[in-house]
């Protein structure tokens, strides 16, 4: 998606979906879809590019080290757009920029030290501590989704360990705990159809339905979620985890349950001081972050002085 942002606020956008993952198809389709919300790239098409991607970003080139999503390796994606735009351009991780649209102009507002978590395919996040988004050594901090909750009897994650808290916790994580169950449940009607059909939003309604099945794979991802959100807390102790992404859309029934047992699992850290809620901006705050980063000239928390 490309959009036009003003002040948190978007005035426009347009959509591309993208099935090929070669760099220079990706890179024509950006191209496209910017062109189409901003005209000819020209100065009064905008005053900036911000572009969040998977992967690690060097953020002084805009290159892409390493996106595993899309199998690049020192992808020089702002030198790219750079040659099409006669703009600015800044590049961050896509979880990075979603943590700073939404702690900007979302429900972060206000707050020190906070954590976003993209709940979808994988788990995206990042992290404000003491109102500054930690980038890290190598622009690798926040990579929240590949702390091990379950190392020894846990699925398999894409980065090569165990039990992750992606490989657990993310939408494909309830989709995996709702195959391994399945055997528990012969007449399940989740299973009964066209297995290919069954995704992670199937399994969530039903489980609110009260489906067994889907109640049974629900538990243990909630117990998962729980593991990965109490050491989030331990590692930095915020006051608000917001839950983005996909999954997050099933609000309260998701909120009521993990609290007690982030509560439950909350130990050196003072019980009772974190948050957890729904993040506000939806799927749009990438693409606000992404703003508010070419806005202020770099993936900071810091206004352009």
């Known amino acids: 998606m490309a959009a036009i942002v003003e002040d948190g606020v978007i005035k426009d956008r347009a959509e591309q979906d993208i099935v090929d993952h070669a760099f220079d198809v990706v890179v024509r389709s950006v191209v496209d879809v910017i062109r189409s919300v901003t005209g000819s790239g020209k100065k009064d098409g905008g005053t900036a590019i911000g572009l969040g991607s998977p992967g690690n970003v060097d953020l002084a080139s805009g290159t892409i080290r390493y996106s595993p999503n899309f199998g690049w390796h020192d992808a020089p994606l702002g030198a790219k757009l750079r040659e099409s735009f006669d703009l600015p351009v800044y590049v961050g991780n896509d979880a990075r920029c979603a943590t700073l649209g939404e702690h900007t102009y979302g429900c972060g507002r206000g707050t020190a030290n906070f954590v976003l978590l993209t709940l979808g395919t994988g ?8 109102g500054t988004l930690l980038i890290g050594n190598g622009a690798g901090a926040g990579e929240i989704g590949h702390h091990q909750v379950r190392a020894t009897d846990g699925f398999y994650c894409n980065c090569g360990k ?11 994580g309830l989709l995996r705990h709702a195959i391994a169950v399945a055997p528990s449940f012969p007449r399940s009607e ?14 969530r309604k039903a489980a609110e339905a ?91 928390t810091r206004e352009r002085t």
């Not at 992750?164 to 916790?169: D, L, M, N, T």
């Not at 989740?190 to 399994?203: D, F, Q, R, T, W």
């Not at 439950?264 to 705050?285: C, F, H, W, Y």
Request: include cysteine; aromatic fraction near 4%; charge should be negative.
């Open 162 to 172: 165990i039990g992750c808290f992606e490989a657990q916790a993310s939408g494909t």
């Open 190 to 203: 989740l299973v009964s159809g066209k297995p290919e059909k069954l995704g992670s939003k199937a399994i």
């Open 123 to 130: 788990i995206g996040g990042g992290i404000i501590a003491e």
């Open 210 to 300: 009260g489906d067994v099945h889907a109640l049974a794979a629900w538990n243990r991802y909630i117990d998962d979620l729980a593991r990965g959100l109490a050491n989030i807390i331990a590692f930095v102790n915020p006051e608000m985890i917001a839950l983005g992404g996909g999954l997050s859309s099933a609000g309260d029934f998701m909120l009521h349950a993990v609290r007690p047992k982030v509560e439950e699992l909350t130990t050196m850290s003072p019980r009772g001081q974190t948050k957890i809620v729904a993040a506000e901006l939806g799927n749009d705050a990438g693409a606000i972050g992404a703003a508010v980063m070419a806005e202020r000239g770099g993936l900071t």
